[in-house]
């Protein structure tokens, strides 16, 4: 499953410019497409999401060396395998023998565990980044239910599609369940509320 520059941009609290610098500075190169248009996968997703969470407590400047020193402690894989943490001025990152400083001394860290990542969290910039699971009440997230794209709780059915059968002319919320049993209307409101906001990025992009 990929996933385009406005849904990567909602699920992870990353905006557009950010990933356009991040991706022309190599801190982060999409895996499915790094041309245009670029498309992510759903680990690049859980990725930009730790460095957004990380951004709201530490600069970047730190962010970039830390995640450019990991190959020297042979941590070559993809960054979302890791668990990093922000202990005073440092980022530290979880390894088998325990939590190695990446930037200066030890001291006193905070826990970035996934849950943590997945909770909702403000950005640098005061933006609010949506529940990664969960970014609608009925909506949910699961790498291991359609690659990770955001579907309709209990179902398989991706935001999108819903979103793009309502017209509220002939179609309405209330009529989704006829063509797919298990939607809900409270889902399908859901759904178009999440799809106008990944809609939004859109027109923001442009």
Excluded: C
Aim: no cysteine; proline share 6%.
């Amino acid at each position: 499953m990929s996933f385009p520059i406005d849904l990567t941009s909602v699920l992870s609290g990353a905006s557009a410019s950010q990933l356009r610098r991040w991706r022309s500075t190599n801190l982060l190169i999409p895996e499915v497409n790094p041309a245009r248009p670029p498309l992510y996968s759903f680990r690049d997703v859980v990725a930009l999401r730790t460095l957004v969470r990380l951004r709201a407590d530490t600069s970047l400047q730190k962010i970039r060396s830390a995640i450019k020193r990991l190959p020297d402690y042979d941590l070559t894989d993809h960054v979302s395998t890791y668990l990093f943490a922000v202990r005073g001025k440092s980022i530290v990152v979880e390894t088998d023998s325990g939590w190695l400083d990446l930037i200066n001394n030890p001291g006193q860290y905070e826990l970035y565990n996934l849950a943590r990542i997945y909770e909702p969290f403000m950005t640098k910039t005061g933006v609010q980044v949506v529940d990664f699971r969960n970014p609608r009440p009925n909506l949910e997230v699961n790498a291991n239910r359609v690659g990770g794209w955001p579907v309709l709780k209990n179902t398989r059915i991706g935001y999108d599609v819903v979103a793009a059968i309502v017209d509220n002319h002939t179609i309405f919320p209330r009529d989704i369940e006829r063509f797919y049993p298990g939607a809900t209307e409270a889902a399908t409101l859901d759904a178009l509320s999440f799809d106008e906001e990944v809609r939004s990025k859109v027109r923001k992009v442009a």
